[in-house]
């Protein structure tokens, strides 16, 4: 972990050193930092209208498509739903397509169509790119090119994710260092990202923090908050107060293993594993496997909650007492870590999720288990237990997180901007 990245998490009501210095000047003419990214997502927006009221920096985002806003069906949550968040005010907004004239409606099948002269309109003093990753952020990265500005990128960078093969990791990594040596600012969102940046040989001084984060808004995260919803949400659920909940919150997808939960809970000793109920917040393909699983002799307790909106989820947490995360591959960072953590809920997590270095902290937030492993993922689940319950827990899960924010995010975006930018 390098140094920056420790000075910079600290305490969400900690300003930290750089605040100032990422303001607007007062009275000076400021170009706006345009985004260029597939859709309005729901981590995102919060960030960029932090980024123009509280750092005074205009934000023009140019989105490839609303469906995110006007609705859509999530493949791998097997739903259909739009967001219950704001996602477009606070911060400028314009579509390359729409779902109503025909538009996309997946970011893998947004165009890039429209992009060069959307960017000439909006003369950008820098852009920000979010990924390279459906080709619409190809295309988006030679438009950005021609339009010889700045470029930052704040993306999931990391290398764990997924598993590649001699040629296919040298043919990545030779693509991914043409296409930084481009950008004038990298921001990464935790340790893993920087240590990517590092590892393709990005210089430190073109590195700046800017952590991943959820918008906290929407959430009842308190402890007057838990002693009202708790006690409620396990009632209506059939959970016992002497049981513990697990909450599973994800996609019911192979790559998430949710599977992998309900049988680590099945090889635990009889009497521990009588006093859990397991239960799943999201949807998805494996549910009906899921269902099976739970009724095979030993059973298990679950619950199976369909898919909650980001308004509906804080009961949940506030009801549950560890949040399990046993993904195979795939998961670059996992944001419900970040979601459980600010409820003050513990983290069981496999080595494989993003997030797993910076915010679970063995015997203190949670535990990590091995990835694909049964057993190591039982006795995780085992040892955390005996964090439960506990109030200086809930607290350091809260304290844990306090660095990973909107504000901190928001600020790590302006101090790469004016690193890059003059005001006029």
């Known amino acids: 972990m390098s ?18 210095g990422c303001l607007a000047p007062a009275g000076q003419h400021i170009a706006p930092l345009v985004v260029v990214e597939t859709h309005p997502v729901q981590y995102h927006a919060p960030v960029y209208r932090a980024l123009q009221s509280t750092f005074g920096i205009p934000v023009s985002a140019i ?5 995110s806003v006007a609705g859509y069906r999530d493949p791998e949550f097997g739903a259909s739903f739009r967001w219950d968040t704001d996602l477009l005010s606070g911060h400028a907004a314009s579509f390359l ?3 109503a004239a025909g538009g996309a409606r997946s970011a893998e099948h947004v165009s890039a169509d429209g992009l060069n002269e959307a960017l000439r309109a909006a003369q950008p003093a820098a852009i920000l790119l979010t990924g390279y990753s459906p080709s619409f952020y ?30 296919q990791d040298w043919a990545r990594s030779t693509a991914l ?31 700046v923090f800017s952590p991943y984060c ?27 107060d002497a049981e513990h909940l697990i909450l599973f919150s994800g996609k019911l997808s192979e790559r998430k293993a949710p599977d992998l939960l309900l049988r680590a809970v099945r ?43 980001q308004t509906q989820l804080s009961p949940y947490y506030q009801a549950a007492d560890l949040l399990v ?80 924010t909107v504000g901190k995010a928001a600020q790590g975006i302006a101090e790469a901007y004016w690193a890059v930018v003059k005001p006029r």
């Open 177 to 207: 260092r043409a296409l930084y040596r481009s950008c004038t600012r990298l921001l990464y969102v935790g340790r893993r990202s920087h240590d990517h940046f590092s590892r393709l040989g990005v210089p430190r001084g073109k590195l």
């Open 138 to 167: 190809r295309s988006a990265w030679m438009a950005a090119w021609r339009a010889r500005c700045p470029l930052l990128l704040r993306a999931e960078t990391a290398d764990h994710a997924r598993s590649r093969g001699v040629a």
């Open 3 to 20: 140094a920056r990245l420790e000075a910079t998490n600290v305490p969400a009501d900690d300003e930290g050193p750089n605040v100032r």
């Open 97 to 99: 397509s729409t779902v």
């Open 214 to 240: 959820v918008d906290t808004t929407a959430f009842e995260p308190s402890e007057e908050a838990r002693g009202r919803l708790r006690a409620a949400t396990r009632e209506r659920l059939g959970v016992r």
């Open 267 to 309: 090889s635990l000793p009889p009497e521990i594993r009588g006093r859990i109920t397991v239960a799943f917040m999201g949807s998805g393909e494996l549910q009906g496997r899921l269902e099976q699983l739970a009724g095979a002799s030993p059973k298990v307790g679950a619950r199976f909650l369909g898919f909650q909106n």
């Open 325 to 404: 995360l046993p993904s195979l591959h795939s998961e670059t960072w996992g944001l419900v870590v970040n979601e459980a953590l600010h409820h003050g809920v513990p983290c069981v997590v496999s080595e494989a999720v993003g997030c797993a270095p910076d915010l679970v902290e063995p015997s203190v937030t949670g535990e990590i288990a091995a990835t694909a492993s049964t057993e190591s993922l039982a006795a995780a689940i085992e040892r955390a237990l005996v964090l439960v319950g506990r109030p200086e827990i809930r607290e350091r899960c809260r304290e844990k997180v306090s660095g990973y």
């Open 63 to 67: 989105y490839g498509s609303d469906f």
